[in-house]
Each structure stands twice: as structure tokens, then as C-alpha cells.
């Protein structure tokens, strides 16, 4: 059994294509969130059950959204009592979980970090305290 099919010459004789120009490429359609992002404002927050699991998600998540309608918005994350909290900030303000503060008792700063660099760096951090405990 054989098909029909047309030649590339066959083809490009039967289509005719226009050259147009000035036609605005059309935005990309944005799906919805299943996070309340776009309704909150500054110093607003939310909650949702989980970890440090859940708050790596939402925290892209957010970021993500922010990104992709093209805003300035910024987020911080805590977990506290097995519920993840999630703020908007200043725009523009970072904080310690996107820039990196040195207050190594907040566990997140070091969130993003791959494991292997984080078990060094815990382990750094414990020789250090040990050897310069206060009197």
C-alpha cells in the first residue's frame, strides 16, 4: 500500500503564505494558582499544612507566579507547629531565605543549599561553637 503524498514541490505550489509584519505576538495564557497570591498585599500572609517540603513548594511557587506576570514581589516562608507560612513583603525587599543573612540559627537560610554542602556547613558551625564557648 502506497500514500499519496505530495511532493515538496507539489506542496509549496499549492500554499501560499503572506509575509506579514507588525503583528503583535499574543501574551501567553497564564494559568490560575491554587495559592491566593494575587489578592494579597503587603505584610499579608497565609498558612498551609506541611514542612519544609510544602515550604520549598510554595516558595517557588510564589516566586514562580511573580516572575511570570512580570512583578517585583518578594516572599518570605516559616515553618512553624507543622504549618507553613508564607508572607508577601516590600517589593524589591529581600529576605533571609533569598539573600542569605548570616543568622545561621534560622534554619531555612541554608534551605536551598545541596545537602552534602549543608551537613559541612552544620558541622562547621558545631566545631565553631564549641571551640569558642563563652566562659
Do not use: C
Not at 510564589?62 to 514581589?73: C, D, F, L
Not at 561553637?129 to 563563652?134: D, S
Amino acid at each position: 500500500m502506497s500514500l499519496n503524498l505530495p511532493t515538496d514541490r507539489d506542496y509549496t505550489k499549492r500554499m501560499k503564505h503572506s509575509i506579514q509584519q507588525g503583528i503583535p505576538i499574543p501574551r501567553p495564557r497564564l494559568k490560575g494558582t491554587k495559592y491566593p497570591f494575587e489578592s494579597m498585599n503587603v505584610g499579608d500572609s497565609f498558612s498551609i499544612t506541611g514542612g519544609r517540603l510544602e515550604q520549598v513548594r510554595i516558595y517557588t511557587a510564589a516566586n514562580k507566579w511573580a516572575e511570570r506576570r512580570g512583578v517585583n514581589w518578594r516572599f518570605t516562608t516559616r515553618v512553624v507547629n507543622k504549618m507553613v507560612r508564607i508572607w508577601r513583603l516590600e517589593d524589591g525587599e529581600k529576605s533571609a531565605i533569598n539573600h542569605g543573612r548570616n543568622n545561621l540559627n534560622d534554619p531555612t537560610v541554608i534551605m536551598r543549599v545541596p545537602t552534602a554542602i549543608k551537613i559541612q556547613v552544620l558541622d562547621l558551625i558545631a566545631e565553631h561553637r564549641k571551640n569558642f564557648q563563652r566562659p
